[in-house]
């Protein structure tokens, strides 16, 4: 594999990209106003905070490759001072996120687009504006040509269309990868076939990172770039609409389960209309809210609902003297959007079929889940929910004695006898470390040992721990699994559900593992590694054997 050229600085920030890119923007700003201040020999500097800052913004719309010319013609020509008002608009329309509506700020003359960023988020009733996103064109052709493609894609939009995105074009399998991982304004990705693998960039990071998913580029057959490149994306941003030009073997492809993971396969040839719609089209069916949607059309019908009819649709406290400030506070619409969870023009909480079934369907799907149910009364209640309907009186539980309160309200409904294990302390930093897998293992041994595993139904574990520690999730399962195979696992992850949306933490959460897992043990080297442990611990586990402890299951 090419090693990436050597003078482009290294691209090893996979984890806060966001940040990093705006560091540089900034040293880039400073070095610009003290230029223009008449500092000497501030143009190396600029010159060098430049050069740090352009490898990332191969993979952004904005500013995007004429905005860098231009900026780089005016360090060219020793204008200090254009340097300076161009670096900072340009900070400032990436800062406040103007770029996204506000055409002027796509202009190389300063004067189209000279104001102040505008950080103050609109109010409400303010000007909007359509959804902006950008599209990753993963393609073959040279670099000089891609100003030219992303002008075409542009000249596709129409002012009936309901978003808007930019096109960013980058030209290898790795370039691919960095632009999903670093740039998440990105929503769909469009590959060409014919792609190289290496990137042109020094990425030493991203191949190891990639190396220890067991996503190795080195590998790829030239045949199955395209395939291969939409199955790692999907791994990394399961989001994402995956579009495939290909001039071979469309119709294999579109009806190959391999290549499920592809929106949609198209002959090159084809028109680059149908591909732009298909990219709104896709995004639009993401961004659709049912409920949501069916809850403004149900506010707006000029109808009491039976369920609330003090409320009078608002009237009773906006009109009120003595809670009209509730109303204010609120707001009319959420009085005008009361309803009840059992009937009345919003579907049925206790038994959905329409929109709410829709979204439970489509968060589901946002979430990898094969079933969502939305809940009242938040993550307590669903806690009290599993409880009750996975044990009954006399189960035992194996739970962190550090778990949330909802944990022992569940057992007391049920019925279900807790076994507390004590997470590790960490009293240098006044904290507690997680449930040490040794001490779960253990609990599980000694109740087989006293012949009280089959009562055994369930583990409960709070990841990421209230002190931000987060559990080896897979490993955990893989083990408990290997001495008591029809174990549950109630994965406590009330406030980490946003690790499901980054790629590095999403094998941590709970279900991130258990796709794994399920991967894994349908595999051939699961029967081989179960077969290789059961040939030298036995197949039933001896509670009292050290080596239980001492190795993974
Ligand atoms: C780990 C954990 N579980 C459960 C809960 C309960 O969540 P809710 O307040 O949504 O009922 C919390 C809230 O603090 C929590 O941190």
Redesign the pocket.
Known sequence: MATGNKQSPRLDYLLAASSARMDRWRELNARALAWAAGARGERAAVEAALAEVAPLEDFFAYPGPRLLKTLADRIAADDAYGVGRLVRRLSGSMLSGRYRYDSGDWETADDSADHLPDRVPLAPGGESHRPYFETLLVTPWPAAQRAGIAQEIRRLRRNEDAMIYEPVLVGSVEDAILGTILNGKVEAVVIYDGIPVPSQHDVPLLREVLASQGLDTSSLVPREIGVALARIIKRIRPELDIYLLTDRRVEELAGDPAASMIRRVFYEVEELMEVHLNILEGVADRLETPHFDNLKRYAARPISTFHALPIARGKSIMKSNWIHDMGEFYGLNLFLAETSATTGGLDSMLEPTGTIKRAQEKFARAVGADHVFFVT?????S?KMVYQAVTKPGDIVIVDRN??K?HHYGMVLSGAQPLYVEAYPMTEYSMYGAVPLRIIKRALLDLKAEGKLDRVKMVTL?NCT?DGHVYNTLRVMKECLAIKPDLLFLW?E??FGFARFTPFLRPRTAMGAAAALEEWRASPAALTAYEAQAAELGEDLDPADPRLLERSL
């Open positions: 009364n938040g993550t307590s209640t806690n778990c949330h909802s709070t209230f406590d009330a406030w």
